[in-house]
Nanobody, 125 residues
Framework: QVQLVESGGGLVQPGGSLRLSCAAS????????IGWFRQAPGKGREGVSC????????YYADSVKGRFTISRDNARNTMYLQVNSLKPEDTAVYYC??????????????????WGQGTQVTVSS
């Protein structure tokens, strides 16, 4: 079964950290550029970060630059998003996906992509 499964979300206080994981099954993740999106209540989807498959291109939205880090472990067929110094405005459902990664425009969903079910991140005191 081809799928992406996220984990690692939760409730955290402002300034806290989480590591979001996205495990791929049924296909080889290292052939794909990877990305993370988020959607907050009442807002549109935002491309947060992406990482190319082979040439090292990365992208971070201005709102998360310096606080979030995207990575991949091809041996584990898993991608990660380390989220630090969290703010209440980071509260959203976070989704992982296979994408086209543009260093200026960020993650782009192509004609064919895989998409996870989402993990909730809530930042609140």
């Amino acid at each position: 079964q081809v799928q992406l499964v996220e984990s690692g979300g939760g409730l955290v206080q402002p300034g806290g950290s989480l590591r979001l994981s996205c495990a791929a099954s049924g296909f080889t993740l290292d052939y794909h550029a990877i990305g993370w999106f988020r959607q907050a209540p009442g807002k549109g989807r935002e491309g947060v970060s992406c990482l190319s498959s082979s040439d090292g291109i990365t992208y971070y939205a201005d709102s998360v630059k310096g606080r979030f880090t995207i990575s991949r472990d091809n041996a584990r067929n898993t991608m990660y998003l380390q989220v630090n110094s969290l703010k209440p405005e980071d509260t959203a459902v976070y989704y992982c996906a296979t994408v086209d990664c543009d260093e200026k425009r960020g993650p782009i969903l192509g004609e064919s992509y895989y998409w996870g079910q989402g993990t909730q991140v809530t930042v609140s005191s």
